[in-house]
């Protein structure tokens, strides 16, 4: 089991960056890239684990790879279906240049086929048939694919292998790399294992170099099925010239020698993919999948358990994966806006600048509601108001010109000039009143009609009732007749304004009635009538 794990730890390559996106570790390296595990990052905490696939610095001076690389990112952005990996993007980060790739969690066929054979137990027949049957409709899809503008894109897989064949830990096949897609005779880069696709897996007409089309991929798909079914190799060879010649030569054996699950059936869709011409093959990858289907009903897996079949043998990479991922989350630090209403609150009772009270001492805890005896705000009749008591201490500065001062600001939240400028205003306008003496709060607020003594008679102070001191009944007699006066004329100015209105309907009505006999008039008399 430990021999499955992947090489995932923090290393020198931990918080790169590529553009938008922020490597976590390596994967691997190929014949032509390097692959990484990233996350791209967004604004309020949001994240994508993908794939980074980048070109190697030695390939990039290749003309000719670089176009197989931006080939690839070419043919598979535009898919999208179930079994194929997908492309998000292709960027260039300082002169890197690198795709971003759909992470498929879990293994490829070669790792499922070791982990079976290092716990001694064959390769379940049911898997095989559910991962290749998936893999033949992926690649149906890639034959047959239509772009959005409604053109035929026909692409031919040409390195269709275990290799490049993966299943997650759900049971999803994912067909992945289709590099050589399109550079297939363009590129020289042999080594790589890239250009001519891989050997052992190549139809005949792909090892003559011959013109391909969709069923060059059966014939490899073919191969795939015939080893997981029998868990060795079909055409294999001391070097990669050995192989070749023996896809050429060599016959093939039926997988029920091997495997004795394997129904005449099956054998016979295992040899018709394997046919040497290609006349005698499926004409579609399609049509493999449902002759498969009709071979294997019985046998065949469902989803769950192909995803627990794998999850099963590679339950130490999982939790490997869940850990650096957990890692990764924990050193990161999202930002928190805070909303309008929450930093409105968070002022109004956040203490003012200024403030001539000490912030550290001490504060005594406030009584609760009902402790005390409850007092009636309103003044008893015949009760004198309260003069201010004078302030013993060194004059105070004068509290009208700490109203243009940041005292106000103090109780404006940084978006006080966003969200709630209403609500701040008269939160502002609350605290200057309060930090007023009362005469000049009388002065600055606009004078509200007060309401009447409840005895007029009483005598009252000039210098707290202001214009109101010594106020006599004539004076008060006279205002009330002038206020009634006024009531008077606009209620006759509202009659006239009202009768104008109805004499103005009139006039239209008459001139309409005028012009309606007019026309009645002057029409001709109908002729007479004539009977036979």
Same mark, same amino acid.
């Given at each position: ?429 609350? %605290?200057?009143?309060?930090? &007023?003496? @009362?005469? $000049?709060?009388?002065?600055? *607020?606009? !004078? /509200?009609?007060?309401? +009447? ?6 005598? %009252?102070?000039?210098?707290? &009732?202001? @214009?109101? $001191?010594?106020?006599?009944? *004539?004076? !008060? /007699?006279?205002?009330? +007749? ?20 109805? *004499? ?29």
């Amino acid at each position: 089991m430990e021999a499955r794990t992947l090489s995932l730890s923090r290393d020198a390559r931990n918080g790169r960056k590529l553009g938008k996106y922020e490597v976590v570790s390596r994967l691997g390296s190929g014949g032509m890239a390097e692959i990484f595990l990233a996350y791209q990052r967004g604004p309020g905490g949001f994240k994508k684990l993908v794939v980074l696939k980048q070109v190697l610095p030695d390939v990039k001076a290749e003309e000719e790879a670089v176009k197989m690389f931006l080939d690839e990112a070419k043919i598979t952005a535009a898919f999208a279906h179930p079994n194929i990996a997908q492309v998000y993007d292709l960027d260039d980060a300082d002169g890197e240049l690198f795709l971003a790739m759909e992470f498929v969690p879990g293994a490829d066929l070669v790792e499922i086929a070791k982990a079976c054979a290092d716990s001694q137990e064959a390769i379940p027949t049911g898997f095989t048939l559910a991962s290749v049957r998936d893999c033949a409709l992926a690649l149906h899809y890639a034959h047959t694919f239509t772009d959005p503008a409604g053109r035929p894109r026909p692409t031919i897989h040409r390195d269709v292998a275990e290799k490049n064949i993966m299943v997650t830990y759900d049971g999803i096949t994912k067909l992945l790399d289709f590099g050589i897609a399109k550079a297939q005779g363009r590129a020289t880069r042999t080594a790589a294992g890239m250009v001519k696709g891989t050997s052992g897996y190549m139809s005949p007409e792909q090892v003559k170099g011959e013109p391909l089309d969709a069923r060059s991929d059966v014939f490899s798909l073919g191969v795939v099925l015939h080893e997981m079914l029998t868990g060795s190799r079909l055409f294999y060879g001391k070097d990669a010239a050995s192989e070749l010649v023996a896809v050429l030569d060599m016959e093939v054996w039926p997988p029920s020698e091997r495997n004795r699950e394997v129904t005449p059936e099956i054998d016979r869709v295992v040899f018709k993919a394997l046919a040497k011409p290609r006349d005698q093959r499926f004409s579609t990858a399609l049509e493999m999948a449902r002759a498969l289907e009709r071979a294997s009903r019985p046998l065949i897996w469902d989803q769950e358990q192909c995803g627990s079949l794998v999850a099963r043998h590679f339950s130490a990479r999982r939790d490997q994966t869940q850990k650096l991922v957990a890692e990764a989350n924990a050193d990161e630090s999202t930002g928190y806006v805070r909303p309008p209403q929450e930093a409105l609150r968070q002022a109004k009772s956040a203490p003012k600048r200024g403030s001539q009270e000490d912030d550290t001492a001490p504060r005594k805890p406030a009584a609760p509601r009902g402790s005390g005896p409850k007092q009636d705000p309103r003044p008893k009749p015949g009760a004198r108001p309260a003069e201010p008591k004078p302030k013993v201490g060194p004059p105070e500065k004068d509290e009208r010109t700490v109203m243009a001062t940041p005292d106000i600001e103090a109780t404006l939240p940084p978006s006080s000039h966003g969200y709630g400028d209403e609500e701040m205003d008269v939160t502002a306008d609350r %605290t200057v009143r309060q930090t &007023l003496p @009362p005469q $000049a709060r009388a002065a600055k *607020a606009p !004078r /509200r009609p007060e309401p +009447r003594d409840e005895n007029p008679f009483q005598e %009252t102070d000039a210098t707290v &009732l202001g @214009p109101r $001191a010594g106020s006599s009944d *004539a004076s !008060r /007699r006279d205002a009330g +007749r002038a206020r009634a006066s006024k009531k008077k004329g606009r209620g006759a100015m509202r009659w006239v304004v009202v009768g104008a209105v109805l *004499a103005l309907l009139a006039l239209a009505g008459a001139l309409v009635w005028g012009m309606v006999l007019k026309d009645h008039r002057a029409q001709p008399p109908p002729p007479p009538r004539v009977e036979f």
